[in-house]
């Protein structure tokens, strides 16, 4: 009885976080002092806080990699040479945003 | 006996009322509500008959100018852009008018621009007019609390997005009057027919519509006893929303002052 019940709970923790999870968005801004900042989040409104954030070359490997912040946002160094800024929410939930296309 | 002559009296106001062909709105005008990328967007405040393109009156320096910034689930973000306004002249079809205008950084979710105006004298209705005014702009798709009331003293919270509404969907917003419901409150509407040109700061000559009749340049809706009021977008572009003298004692400079609500909202056609 005990594990039906979890099993129920689990369940519908599942589906509440898949429902909430929607389209991702993840948007990037030059803060014209050498450093970008990027914003992420779900079109339903959800939180991206704790994403995981690659700036990648863009043959793929990974410069650096950090997460979103609490409110969603990510901010690094601009690279000097061309860069891909990746927003990895799992699998579906990919973003990736081409530093040449970041503009103020 | 009283209650005749009150009400020949509000027959009277109503009389005049009707024979002005359209109505005061405030605007808050910016070409894209609903941006695909963040970035520096015109804005400009006039006080305008939108439908015709007609009289714009002249505004005074507005007592707050401000954007509320919400994004997801974060605090929200409030800047006063008062200072940020440069005044402008611009042109209808029948005269000019003072106007104001700025540029604003938006980035991505929603931005709340609100307008809190100087009243204007309306010499032909003998009384004051004060247009509270927001436009929410959204940038990327994100949502932040477009539908919660930002404050202001007479508001219209919008209960669907005024951003992403297509052509025939319904619009239904709520007046509030310090953050209570106005029930039956009445609400002109009003369409955008002729498109503002941000580099002459003026109105296109031509409007996109006809309308049959003068009932349909200004039509008039009420709200029920919530206060929540609900229209079908028959036309792609800006629509004006209106609830109107909310508050029926108030007073400025010892004359009746209307106070008012504006919010717009932009369609699109599905194409």
């Known amino acids: 009885m005990l594990l039906k019940t979890s099993v129920v709970t689990a369940t519908l923790l599942l589906t509440a976080t898949i429902s909430q999870a929607h389209t991702p968005l993840c948007s990037c801004f030059d803060n014209g002092d050498e450093t970008i900042t990027c914003e992420g989040g779900f079109s339903d409104g959800s939180s991206a806080s704790g994403v995981t954030m690659r700036i990648e070359t863009p043959d793929g490997s990974v410069q650096l990699e950090g997460k979103m912040n609490e409110d969603s946002e990510f901010t690094f160094d601009k690279p000097k040479g061309d860069y891909v800024v990746m927003f990895d929410a799992g699998e579906g939930h990919k973003i990736k945003v081409p530093g040449k296309e970041i503009v103020e | 006996m009283k209650t005749k002559l009150v009400s020949l009296l509000a027959g009277a106001v109503i009389l005049g009322s009707a024979t002005m062909a359209s109505a005061h709105f405030q605007m808050i005008y910016t070409p894209e509500m609903a941006m695909t990328k963040g970035g520096k967007i015109p804005v400009k405040l006039v006080f305008t008959h939108p439908f015709e393109a007609g009289h714009t009156m002249d505004m005074g320096k507005p007592e707050q100018f401000f954007v509320v910034r919400t994004r997801g689930e974060n605090a929200p973000k409030r800047k006063d852009l008062l200072d940020t306004l440069k005044p402008i002249t611009w042109t209808s079809l029948t005269n000019s008018g003072k106007a104001?205008?700025?540029?604003?950084?938006?980035?991505?979710?929603?931005?709340?621009?609100?307008?809190?105006?100087?009243?204007?004298?309306?010499?032909?209705?003998?009384?004051?007019?004060?247009?509270?005014?927001?436009?929410?702009?959204?940038?990327?798709?994100?949502?932040?609390?477009?539908?919660?009331?930002?404050?202001?003293?007479?508001?219209?919270?919008?209960?669907?997005?005024?951003?992403?509404?297509?052509?025939?969907?319904?619009?239904?917003?709520?007046?509030?009057?310090?953050?209570?419901?106005?029930?039956?409150?009445?609400?002109?509407?009003?369409?955008?027919?002729?498109?503002?040109?941000?580099?002459?700061?003026?109105?296109?000559?031509?409007?996109?519509?006809?309308?049959?009749?003068?009932?349909?340049?200004?039509?008039?809706?009420?709200?029920?006893?919530?206060?929540?009021?609900?229209?079908?977008?028959?036309?792609?572009?800006w629509w004006g929303f209106a609830a109107l003298d909310l508050d029926p004692d108030y007073q400025y400079k010892g004359k009746k002052c209307s106070r008012d609500a504006v919010i717009w909202v932009q369609a699109k056609d599905m194409k």
């Open chain 2, 100 to 237: 104001w205008d700025t540029v604003y950084q938006a980035r991505g979710g929603d931005h709340a621009l609100c307008l809190i105006p100087e009243p204007y004298w309306e010499p032909a209705d003998s009384f004051y007019i004060k247009q509270n005014t927001k436009v929410i702009v959204n940038v990327g798709g994100e949502p932040g609390a477009w539908n919660e009331p930002v404050g202001l003293p007479t508001e219209i919270v919008p209960l669907a997005k005024p951003y992403d509404r297509w052509t025939g969907n319904v619009f239904q917003g709520q007046v509030l009057l310090n953050g209570k419901p106005v029930p039956n409150a009445e609400v002109e509407i009003e369409f955008l027919n002729h498109k503002p040109l941000l580099d002459s700061n003026s109105f296109a000559k031509d409007g996109e519509v006809e309308a049959p009749q003068d009932s349909f340049v200004l039509q008039t809706i009420f709200a029920d006893e919530n206060g929540v009021f609900t229209f079908g977008i028959p036309r792609a572009g």
